[in-house]
């Protein structure tokens, strides 16, 4: 398995790919669906800016909007910015702890499985009979009644990425505490690491209440259960309480990691220690601690009185404070450095004041009197995508380009990356600083068209010009991307020059056990001080010895799979029960459903019973192959 | 550690095996982290019934006054808290290297399980022919999820622990199987917990 090893090929390629318990492979896999659904995700915003780009346009039906406008919500929040931040954590947390690997290889596995398969789940609705069509948040009072399977689609897919991403959640947690190499302490851990560990123990307490919320909605729907019917005694509001639990720290667990690659990236490229890093890592948990107190701010004007909305106003605003630590420690990080404008930093130099801009709206909107005039309209739209885009993806497309050589051992074109930074972020702020305006002319959010002579003509098209630039900078990107794979001109250790944490140590491609000897940490920036005190090389903590291994396992695929069988019978079985809600029961009913149901079950525990009755013991890495490795890469480096 | 020795003659056989290994200790963590998004589970849970106690779509359905009787919810109670306690019996004699006996309790803390359901089906049951159903209100439906997803806990329990003692039985005690018992006994004690408050909140709660 030496860099040098044959050429294998595609079937065995795809078998590795489909068996894989190593986390680097994981990570490109959540890379490519990630990728592929925020290429969805935005095709479906393509959509909206072009229906809304001009007065009374029937470009798509209305009810077709509502279906485009919950896919969008729900693909890029579920299927494309948490699995890319996936990506991310798992191409560099086992790396930057000095681990072999993650604590539960197999539930790694497992985890990027239940995305993949509950994304496609939720997608098929496309083709069978209708998308959910309630928007992202799904509110009870509408969702009930939605006619057709949309929401079922919404329910159940939402429900299997959901576990995926609890699995995932609590084995990062378990690796963060439990795999960090000697002299690794918890002040020493890079700031990735660090976002990485609160971001799943958001996740750890976030997703059961969405699990539940969904649960009730599908009982609801399909079982005859009367958790949201108010003639039976039923409270919609129990969902919006649910879901903005699960919700707001949803928030959380997509910006923390995005602020680990900033900090990552503003650190290397002003080749300095990250400013005031005890104070980052102090916010860090603060904000996922205030996270969870603030999930009524999303529902100022149900009426919780004012009491209840003081409350959530104050602990909203607090959160400025740890979020304001932040921005000025990264602006005081650049302050004097020896800045590198490389794209990745371009990203970061970006974000900060695109970020700020989100977060001081979201201030004004804390305010719960002043909330009643922004609710539900193009105000609170542009808000969170200042927020999202200029904070997550901007994120994203840095971390991206930071951490591609990491994963692929090659660089991404500088200049076509740079062309792709100018035009998004020109056209995000096209897009989305008008929409601010919009909503303060009185634009509601998810109207599906408006009337000439409101005064949102123009606005609107500029808005929609905006998208359009970055849809161009997102095929800058493809191509960038396919180019730098099809040239692969290889790099080597430290492609940046300037990597300061463990991860960039490693010789690339990464071996797959990733550390010949498990590295001894001496400080923060741990590779940094050993290019000063040891010429870059890290110290070993301990002498190269065999080391033992996971094997690959096929059961997380199939374990997945099952469930996305079951899925479908699920949903199907419900058809036309007269016990179900009407928008349900009055659908033709299906005879085969149950039996759908028993086999994606017995899969599933099939899978599970396999795994459990047959022990697997994993294998051993020679010291002598290890030793080879270590002679080939010594060679590659004179050459 | 060079190459991993699960079979720890009985001399060396250490204080905690259950995280005397490296998968042992995550298995350790991550499980009681894992119990913790339960934990989470189980609050939403109980909100949610809180929130729709006695929300009932008229008078003639029954409350929760007029349903629960703290006597056969002493019983329950007094069977899962003392099948907690043969379960912290059996790690005991885990941790001793005592196998045979590790066994017998995990079997006694099946019996107290099995009992437990028994009644608890009993009195689903009982409740059903009351006119008290998941379908019958918001109070029935939030009833029921809540009860019903800790009787699934209890079922998921129970056949995890009876699976052990069976696949155990031949290949004994070693610091490889050792984790998995504790493992067992720490969800064990999660349900029972979550019972003492069911407890409390439904039936105490209840009756009052």
């Known amino acids: 398995m030496a860099s040098t090893a044959k050429k294998q090929g595609v079937g065995s390629v795809l078998w590795d790919y489909l068996t894989t318990v190593d986390h680097k492979k994981i990570a490109i896999l959540y890379l490519i669906a990630g990728g592929f659904f925020f290429v969805l995700g935005g095709i479906e915003a393509m959509l909206i800016r072009i229906q809304l780009a001009v007065p009374n346009n029937d470009f798509l039906s209305a009810g077709l909007f509502n279906e485009v406008i919950t896919m969008h919500g729900t693909t890029m929040i579920f299927l494309a910015a948490m699995p890319l931040l996936f990506a991310f954590m798992n191409a560099t947390v086992p790396l930057q702890i000095g681990a072999r690997d993650v604590a539960f290889p197999f539930l790694n596995a497992l985890g990027v499985w239940l995305f993949i398969f509950g994304g496609i789940f939720l997608n098929l609705s496309w083709f069978l009979g209708g998308a959910p069509d309630a928007g992202w948040t799904s509110y009870a009072s509408l969702s009930i009644a939605s006619a057709g399977h949309g929401i079922d689609f919404y329910a159940l897919g939402l429900q299997i990425t959901g576990a995926g991403t609890l699995i995932s959640g609590i084995n990062f947690v378990t690796t963060i505490i439990n795999m960090r190499a000697p002299g690794m302490t918890y002040m020493r851990m890079p700031l990735m690491t660090w976002t990485t560990l609160v971001a799943s123990v958001l996740i750890v307490f976030a997703f059961p209440p969405l699990t539940i919320g969904i649960f009730l909605l599908m009982f609801d729907r399909m079982f005859g259960s009367s958790f949201f019917l108010v003639e039976t005694g039923g409270n919609t509001i129990i969902w919006e309480h649910l879901f903005w639990i699960f919700g707001h720290p949803e928030v959380y667990i997509l910006i923390l990691p995005a602020f680990g690659i900033f900090s990552e990236i503003f650190s290397t490229f002003s080749r300095k220690r990250l400013f005031g890093y005890s104070a980052m890592v102090f916010a860090t948990v603060l904000i996922g601690f205030f996270g969870f107190m603030v999930w009524a701010h999303h529902m100022f004007t149900v009426g919780l009185g ?20 932040k921005i000025f420690n990264w602006v005081a990080t650049v302050w004097g450095g020896s800045i590198e404008f490389t794209t990745p930093m371009l990203y970061a130099l970006a974000f900060i004041p695109s970020f700020t801009m989100g977060g001081v709206t979201g201030v004004m909107q804390a305010a719960a009197p002043a909330d009643y005039q922004y609710h539900d309209s193009y105000f609170i739209v542009a808000h969170f995508h200042y927020v999202i885009v200029g904070g997550v993806v901007f994120g994203l497309l840095a971390g ?9 051992g090659n660089m991404l074109s500088e200049k076509l990356g740079k062309i792709t930074f100018v035009l998004f972020v020109i056209g995000f702020h096209t897009t989305f600083l008008i929409q601010h305006f919009l909503g303060l002319w009185g634009m509601p959010r998810r109207v599906f068209t408006y009337l000439d002579g409101q005064g949102y003509n123009t606005a609107n098209i500029v808005s929609s010009i905006g998208a359009l630039l970055m849809a161009i900078a997102v095929i800058i990107l493809v191509i960038n991307i396919i180019m730098t794979l099809a040239k692969n001109q290889r790099v080597g250790r430290d492609p940046w020059g300037d990597g300061r944490t463990l991860e960039w140590s490693l010789p690339l491609p990464v071996p797959y056990y990733n550390f010949a000897q498990t590295p001894l940490v001496r400080g923060l920036d741990a590779y940094w001080i050993e290019k000063k005190a040891n010429n870059g090389k890290m110290m070993p903590a301990e002498s190269l010895e065999d080391f033992h291994m996971p094997n690959n396992s096929f059961i997380p695929f199939v374990l997945s799979f099952g469930l996305f069988v079951a899925a479908f019978g699920a949903l199907y079985f419900a058809s036309g029960k007269e016990w179900a809600i009407d928008a349900v029961a009055d659908l033709p009913q299906h005879p085969w459903a149950l039996w759908v149901l028993i086999l994606g079950l017995a899969i599933t525990f099939g899978s599970m019973i396999t795994r459990s009755l047959k022990d697997d013991l994993g294998y051993y890495v020679t010291k002598e192959e290890v030793l080879r490795d270590l002679e080939e890469e010594e060679q590659r480096r004179e050459n | 550690m060079a190459h991993m020795e699960y079979n720890v003659p009985s001399e060396r056989w250490p204080a905690h095996p259950e995280t005397a290994t490296m998968e042992g200790k995550n298995k350790f963590v991550g499980f009681w982290i894992f119990l913790a998004g339960e934990t989470a589970l189980f609050a939403s849970l109980f909100a949610t019934y809180l929130a729709l106690k006695d929300s009932v779509p008229s008078d003639d359905h029954l409350l929760a006054a007029d349903l629960f009787a703290l006597p056969l919810a002493f019983v329950m109670t ?29 079997g006694i803390t099946v019996l107290l399980g099995l009992g437990f359901l028994a009644l608890e089906i009993y009195e689903f049951i009982e409740y059903t022919h009351l006119g008290h159903t998941f379908r019958s209100s918001a109070f029935g439906s939030a009833f029921y999820f809540l009860l019903g997803t800790h009787g699934f806990h209890v079922v998921i329990g129970l056949v995890w622990i009876t699976l052990l003692i069976i696949r155990n039985a031949k290949r004994g005690l070693s610091v490889y199987t050792a984790a998995k018992v504790n493992t067992a006994a720490l969800y064990w004690h999660f349900i029972d917990v979550v019972w003492v408050f069911i407890f409390t909140i439904v039936y105490l709660l209840g009756v009052l």
């Not at chain 1, 004012?306 to 630590?325: L, S, W």
């Not at chain 2, 003392?82 to 885990?94: D, G, I, K, Q, W």
């Open chain 1, 306 to 325: 004012p009491t209840a909305n003081a409350i959530f106003a104050v602990a909203t605003m607090a959160i400025a404070v740890p979020t304001g630590i």
């Open chain 2, 78 to 106: 007094m069977f899962l808290l003392t099948s907690s306690l043969t379960s912290v019996y059996a790690v005991y004699h885990m941790r001793n290297n005592n196998f045979a006996k590790m066994q017998l309790w995990l």
């Open chain 1, 400 to 408: 991206l380009h930071y951490y591609w050589p990491l994963m692929f």
